[in-house]
Every structure is written in C-alpha cells, then in structure tokens.
C-alpha cells in the first residue's frame, strides 16, 4: 500500500499509524520521509490528511472508518468491508452524508485477468451465464476472529459481483471446523439467484493442493480461470449445447459442440496500482471506482447469511 | 462386461438379453457361441444360468434383480443400485433369504489407486482422516431419469464408502437444473460425519474442463488422487499441522508442516477384471466381495437423502 | 493393420504370414475367414491377392518388398522403408517400372495433428519457417539391430518432411550406447537446410520421463505439438519478432510480439484407417497417397547420413 | 548484488561505479549511503575497497579483473567468467600469485534444488550417471556480442560440472543465426565424457515455449529437475534397467525397472544470497567457494570448444 501510493499520481503517503513500533521502523527505513505515529487519533485531526487506508482486523474496520469518515476523510478498507451488513450500511451513509469515498481493496478486481473476463462476459460472447464455480483452497494460517469464508470468499464473490449483474437470493453453506473453536477451515457456500443461475464457492485452509480457480459456464462459451498459472489464467472455450430429446435412450440430448481454446494475452499491469489509481481518482474526479462501497456491501450480505446458513445446518438463508 | 466374464476363470457368458436386436447383433459377431435373446423372461427359467448381470436404465434395476432373486441366480447390479433405498433393502432381503450374492458394480473400488488409497489409509500412514473432497465434473449427456449426483456421484461415494468405516449421519445438497426438467446438471453435496469429519461432492455435466479428483486429508498426510493423470494418479503429501496458539497476532497457529511429496507407482491391472473374478469367488467361494451389497446400499442412502435435500432448499437430511 | 484394412472400403484382408504359428491362431481366433499360412512366398504366385503390406523387421524389407514387387504386387512397408537409400532406390525403381504402389506406413502424417499443422503451416499463417525442434523420448525397449534414430525418428522425420518443402542438405549426429554394442540408445541429429532453416531432432529410449513435443517456430507465429496431450496436442502461439538494433545496449534488438495461444479442435479420426484408405484409393483410382515413397525415400536418405556422421564423430555428411 | 551483499554479513557495499548516471541516481535513491562513481579506475586505488564485483559485458571482464587483482582486490566476476579460456588462465593466476580469492557468480549452484541434486547424486543414490540432457530455451533478447550458448549454456555447463566430477574430452555444437550476423540464436551443444557418459544441451532464444528442464540419468534411478515448476522442481524416479537378450525377437533387453517417483521438499533459501556469503566466507576464512575459478574455467573451455565447433560445421573438438 505504502508503495503503491507513493507512486501514484496526485498521491502522497503522509502517515502510517500502526499500534507496534517494530512496523513503523520498517517503515522508516525505507521511505525516510513518511511520518509514522503509533496515536491513530492524531490522524483525524491532522488537515492534511485527505485519506485514510485502513488495513487492520476485520472486526475494528467499522470503529476506525466511522472515525475517520466524521473527521471528514476518504477512506479505503481492506477486505472485507466489515462484520457485518449493519455496520457496511452505517458506513455507507455516513459517506454519503459527508461526501467522502468509501472504497474497499478488492485488489483482484483491478488485475487484467478480471478485466477480461469482464470484458468477455460484457462482450456477449459467452452468451448468458448459467453458473460460476469457484475453488480457492490451500494450506492457510487458521485465523481466530474470522473464519475461511470471511478470509479467502471475499476475493471470489467480489469477482462474481462485478461480472454478474444478477443480485443473489439466496444462500445455502456448510463447513467443518477442525480445530473445535467453531471457526470453519473449511467451507462450501452455495449461491441462488433468479431464474436458473447458481454460483459456488469451496474455500479451504486445509489443501495440500494450492488451487485458485473458477469455472464461469455461458450457454454460448465457458470461461476457466486459473490463477496458478503464471501466465495462462484465462481459457475460453468454444463449448456450448443444444438441447434436443432421443426417445430410445430416454434421454434429454444436449448435444455439447466442443470446438477450439482460446487464451488470450493478459498485460501485466499490477493489480495494486490500479486500485491505488482509482481510489484517487474517485477522491480527485468524483468518478465511481471499480471496488466501490457496493462491492463491498454486496460481498458483506453473502457472507453474512452464509455466517447463519452454516450455523443453522446449511438452511437456505436469504439476502436482504 | 461379456468380454471380463469370457476371460474370467470359472466364469462362462452363457446368454445376453437385450430388447434391441441391433445390439444382439454386435455381441454375435465378436462372440459367435454366446446365446442371445430379446426375451428376458427366458432367463429366469433357465438352469443353466446361475447368475445375471443386470446393466439396464437404474429404474428397472428393482423388478429385473427380483425377478432373477427369485429365479434363484446370483445378481450383479450396474451402479447406482436401484432407485430408493426400501427397493435396496427388499432385494437385500431376498438374496439373503434366497442365499444368493448380491452385488454392485462399483467398479472403481478395484482399481489399483483406490486400492493404494485404501492401504495408505488403513496402514495409519495419513493418520485421522479429517476431511473427503471429490470433484467430478465434465461435459456430458444429461440424462432424463436421474440427476448428476446419481449419475456421477456413485463412484465417488462407493469410494469413500469403502474407504473410510465411519458411518454418515446428515447430508446437505444444492444443485440447479438448466433444461428445465427438474433433472440437475449441477450438483453439491455435503456428506456430515460423527466428530468433525465432513465430505463433499461436486458433480458436473456442464464443465469444459474434465476433472476427476478427490483430496483426502488426514492429520499426518494428505492424499491426492487425480484420476486424469495417465500414471502419477496418487499423490501423498507429507503435509500435517499442529496447533499453537499466537497471542499478539490473534491467531490460532495451525503449524504447517510442508514436506515432501511422494507419487507411489499403481499397477496396471483392469479394474473390471478384479469386479468380475470377486463377483465369481462371492459365487463359488462365499467369499465377501468388496462392492458388496452394503457399499450398495450405503451409497443408495446418501444418494436418496441429497434428492430430498436439493429439492428442499438444502435442508439438512438425517441418513435413517 | 488387419482390423483396419478390414473396414476400408474396396479392401479385403486375404491372407496373413507369420513364421510364428502362434501369432497366426490370434488371428483366426479374431478373424476365422482370413488365410493364413506360414510360407510366405506362397503369397507371392496367389492371383488373389493384389498387394501386400510388410510389416517385419527392417533389413527383411528389401528382399520382401523386391519379391513382392516382381509378382506384381502393391507394397505397403512399415517404417522405416528400409535400411539403406540404395535399396529403397531399387524398391522404387521397381514399383515405377512394374506400375506398382510403393508407400511407407507414416502414420502419424494421418493424425488430425499433422493435418492441422500442415494446414497452418500451407495457409501462410505463421510466416516462413525458421526452425524444427523434435523431442521424442520414453523408456523403450533397445533394439538390437537398429539404432534409435532408426526406431524412433522416422516418425518425426517424415512429419518434417511432409510439412516443409524445402530438401536438406547435410546432416550431424551424435549419440551414446550405453550397452555397448554400437547401437545408440541415446541420439541427437541436426539437419541443415538452405537459407538459415535448420531442424533437430532428439530421439532416446533411455529418459523416465515420456515426451513428444515439436515446436515449429516461423517468423510469423511459432506452433507446439505436444503429442503427450490427449485432445490438446496444438498450440499456435501468436508471437513472432521484427529486429532492430540498440546501440546503446550493444545488441540487436528482437521485438518479440507475445500474444494469444490458440488451441484448434482436433478430430478424432484415427491416422491408421486413414493411411489404409490412402493407400487403396492409390491402387484403385491412381491417387498419390500422402505416405508416398518419395517420404519413405527422403526418410532413409536423412537416416543414413546421420548413421555415417555418428559413427565419424559428428561430422558433417551431405545429403546426396 | 548490491541488496545482496548489503545484507550478507561482514560485508558493506562501498562504492557502485556504472558509466551510466542514470543507473547510478536509481542506487543513490535505495542506498543513499552507497557511494557512487563513474570513474571505475578510482575503484582501484581506493584501499577502502577489498573486494569488486564486475557485472559488465563479457568482452570487458578480463581487463577489468586484472586491473582489479593487481590492484590487490578480491573479484567476483559474473557469468561467463571470460571471454577466452587464454584470459580466464592468466586471471587465475594473478589471483594465485596475488594470493585472492577469484570467484564466478554461477547463482544456479546455490539453489536449493541444485544442492538436492548434488546430494542425491554424491550419496550414490541414482547410481552411476550415464547421461545429462538440458533444454533451456524460451523467447529471449538476441545479444550482439555472444550467442545464444555463452548466454544460457553457463548455467547448464556449470551445473553438470558442480554435480559430476568426470571431465569433458570433446564437444561438437550446431547452430543457426536467424538475423544474419553470426550470432547463434538457437544451438545444440554435445559434450563427449570417458566411458559412455555424454551430456546435451538445448538453449535457444526463440522457442514460443519457456523451458528449463535436465535430465540426470543413472543406472539405479533417474532425475528430471523442472526451474519452470514453482515448488516441486525436483523428481526422483526409481527407474532403472537391466540388461538381457530376447533371441526370439533379436533384441537386447532393457528390462526397466518402473517404480515410484519422489518429490522432495526444497528449502526456500535465496541462492543469490548464497553465493555472496561464500564470496565473502572465501575472502574472509580462505575457505573454497562452490562457484570458483576452476568451475569459471571449465565452463569457458566448454564454451570456447563448441565455439570453434559451431563454425566448423559441427566438427569434433577436444577439450584441451
């Protein structure tokens, strides 16, 4: 963050406030003319202050972005927004009310793969999407506040936020928790929207196996994204199907064309800098930055009801 | 089948019934001294037929390996065993009663990897297994009479069936259907265990990308089998953890223990070879097959709990 | 060989030599109407039969194919035609003088890879070709009589041959026999082509690790055949160079142009049913068959200079 | 190296001297305690200095490190050492006679995977080693002043002559120069052992494809070390062979053994970090480098050979 601020337009880093002098050393060392404080509260007071980037535990986002968005600051949170759906939509009129950005860093939104497959999806040229697939599962550190939906989901959902239109209905979850404090390391989350959409997610802490990828199936093409590749992320597949009936088989055909892939050239723009980028540009132009407060909000309500499906042994729960 | 059978010591294909004689013809041509009928009833009456090989539409299974119970042959029933469970468990009765073998063909438990799977796990070697993932997913026909899970899932749960002794107690399952029909091309199924051991299935007819893989997690090790993989289809990570706990950072410490990985070499034998001969020794010998009638059943439960939870918004169903 | 000629149209298999009466039962046992005998000239004075396809070890080719030749039969010969450029030049001689068919079985010239490869290549989508790169290497039984250049490279060396117009004029080899009787179990071959085009082939029955990989690079667009792949086997990658010179840098600067990867859907025809229509259709309707002999020709002629130059130390020996 | 060596213990970066300001305003700005020079030969007089590391074109490093061992400072060179092995000999012994430490920068011997390799092999565990194939290629800039060997082979040649402790009697080398200036963009190098031993590399700077793999056969098992796989860069495979003879079927048989294959853990250790503690470990202790002048050396007379090799046609040429 400190980095990508420092070299982005119309940006200066003036202060990193953290509880632990250890960091701001760091800190110091490398960029000697940052001011560093361990007193967050002299940052609400200091005028030349534009902006504050909030990236601490989730459970704090809401205390500290309220308090920075009353002094009159625009403010950046990590993901995911907040606890809670409550706590988002306080924030979000108070931003509203005070006419700051209230942006979070949904970093993946900005990388090019994200961006094509949007562009892809937007071009019509999977036809309407039937179903999103994803699997982000690894051997992760088991946190003790949030558990692997609250850590890992959040990249996927914001993902699927921004590419689909759709608003969810609906979810359904389910998890296990092998280290008995009731935090999931590993979570199934299924999402219902209108009509016949469905969107999954498989999120683990516990996989030998680093996998990262979605599977976004279009009735025209399908489109697979594979994050581990270094250079190969996206895949498009020329496969589609119609739909037809063979009496003597008792089947309903879909006859599958399964035709040529296709990957194309991502650039390599790092997805930070972009996020950096848009976040001053929203506080400079007023324009309406990818990784908007709805993102964030959108991402809240899914994972919240998921928080209840998942405790009330996978019931579907709605979405406000 | 007639070509495992043919070749199968103690085991002679005396007769193939099938309604279409377009199919009879094929079977004539390869194998000129095997009787063949459209007149299934024909079978039954018939002293010199000791067992039947039942590989019809899953609907008919019920009343076919009835009919040949109580003709008093052994029957071999194509997977998933029959339709409901109380059709499962009538025809366990009878072969029981009737003193006949009656067994499923759940031909993957004869392969040499479930087969090193199974020893790996039962040599302690992966220690507590603490979690079962399977993906399955493809582009393939969708079929009118049952959905995805019964389709594909049966493999995967026989697996897991045979594999690891603990019971299941509660299954959760979402799925969405593209055509319409109420016949889900998608599936997600949760399988709830005793303690904090979970599984989950994931079945696809809709997927560009062919996947057939399971992670087994054990305390001690973790397996993976990909059974896309020509040869290396197993691989065992010396990949463990042991729990601590970090004050500062908030965090439950899982202490990852990363290590090497291991890919043992499979034999090449035919898995429907090893079906047929313990199919023949059940027969012969009495012996106990490994797809026995309770893997059979077993899965059949967990098969026909998932369609009352997909069609009930992911209610958690109770395994009677 | 016998099941396909026996489903190409206007072919009937006639009869079947083997000096290994064993070999013969298997193919009565498959095929109770074909002949077989173990006298192979009695093939030669049958009036029945109209060609005769050799399918024996290579230094028995020759004399085979001459007799069969002289009784005016077609040939068919297995790869390599024979084991040197003289008797192949006799072979053909005869076959013209005779109006006889002289074709060698490269079946991989009738995989839908090299016919899509060759299709790239003749459309002018990838520019003129710079260079050929073959890697073809497993664990393979060592041959006594042939090297395995001979064993191994014919495959790759006909492809070549058949993808490109232009005619090679020397070749270098070198090689290792790890069983030290002068039979190289491990070879590499340049050949040198006018203008600055030149190819490589690395051939071994000696590495744990199984591949069959070309690239193909021209100045336009470069294409990876990955033969290990089950259905992806061709990638054209869509990057080629312009050059210009940095004084600054000291180097010429290559600009290379990175871009998509194309993966064309291949067909699934199988290369041996197409070679045996290939070669009836010569015999029947005068068609030139792609496996001709003038591939065959060109096939020995690199071979035999590569066994010169391996045996001379890698010495540079001219293509006559 | 200046990151390096700042953090590698008993070692300060003094001076950086570059002819081009530019490059010196970029060390100022992370290191403002660096000095900076454009006057390399103020290097040489300042008794402050011990020790230079020269990162210049090759053609340049002769002149530089004589300067810089009469001058009584220690010299790390990078790869290549020298252009000539005439220049790389009296390099080495001014070092001798000046009593310094005269090292080469081959990074690769410090990885962790290289150190497994040189373990694997040293322990006897792979048995005798009979051959070593590198293929390093993938698209790259096309240097003025050397070819595509002097810019990749060293990593390769220097590797083979840390791990096995036979020398190279002979080399023969092809190559092509697609830009016409006689600087090979794609070439092939054979370098000829006593007994059957013989290793071949592949390195090119227009292959669509990036490749860095080595195959390390022995007589009990095999390695293939893959630099493009993230982690698992090493496999063992317990493969080996037997020899005996088929008379039926005139074959000399191979009997390969086919077994498991390993996959050991690597540490995470940064090589380049590595390689400047044995700089500083050599000038400081008088301890041998792994990288020193003797493994500079023998990948200069391997260059240098094949060299002469490539333009006369593939010649063989012995190793002096």
């Given at each position: 963050?400190v ?37 967050i ?18 459970f ?6 309220k ?11 990590e ?10 939509n306080?924030?979000?009129e108070?931003a509203?009310k ?17 961006q ?12 309407q ?11 992760g ?5 949030v ?12 993902i ?8 969810p ?6 998890g ?7 935090i999931?390391?590993i ?10 959409f469905?969107?999954h ?9 680093k ?6 199936g ?21 496969t ?20 040529d892939?296709f990957?194309?050239k ?7 800098g972009?996020?950096?980028k848009d ?15 709805e993102?964030?909000l959108?991402?809240i ?5 998921a928080?209840i499906?998942?405790?009330e ?8």
């Amino acid at each position: 963050m400190v980095r990508n601020f420092s070299t982005t337009e119309n940006s200066t880093v003036h202060t990193v406030a953290d509880l632990r002098p250890e960091r701001l050393a760091v800190v110091t060392k490398s960029y000697p003319n940052i001011n560093v404080t361990t007193d967050i509260d002299s940052i609400w007071s200091n005028a030349e202050i534009d902006a504050v980037i909030i990236a601490t535990p989730v459970f704090t986002h809401f205390e500290l972005a309220k308090k920075a968005l009353n002094a009159g600051k625009h403010v950046l949170l990590e993901k995911p927004m907040t606890d809670t759906v409550e706590h988002a939509n306080e924030l979000i009129e108070l931003a509203a009310k005070n006419g700051k950005v209230l942006m979070v860093d949904h970093t993946f939104l900005y990388t090019s793969a994200v961006q094509k497959i949007k562009q892809l999806i937007d071009s019509g040229d999977i036809g309407q999407v039937k179903y999103f697939d994803s699997t982000r599962i690894n051997l992760g550190l088991i946190q003790q506040d949030v558990n692997v939906l609250w850590d890992l989901a959040p990249h996927d959902i914001s993902i699927l936020d921004y590419l689909i239109p759709a608003k969810p209905k609906s979810v359904q979850a389910t998890g296990v928790s092998h280290i008995h404090n009731g935090i999931e390391n590993i979570a199934y989350l299924t999402v219902n929207y209108e009509h016949d959409f469905m969107a999954h997610f498989h999120c683990s802490w516990s996989s030998p196996l680093k996998m990262r990828m979605m599977l976004i199936g279009g009735d025209k093409k399908m489109i697979v994204f594979n994050d581990m590749e270094p250079t190969e992320k996206i895949r498009l597949y020329d496969t589609g199907h119609s739909i037809s009936t063979d009496e003597e088989k008792r089947r309903v055909l879909v006859d599958y064309r399964i035709g040529d892939v296709f990957i194309p050239k991502l650039d390599l723009r790092e997805a930070l800098g972009g996020m950096a980028k848009d976040f001053i540009s929203a506080m400079t132009k007023g324009t309406t930055p990818i990784a908007n407060w709805e993102s964030g909000l959108n991402t809240i309500k899914i994972l919240e009801a998921a928080q209840i499906s998942i405790k009330e042994k996978g019931r579907q729960v709605e979405i406000a």
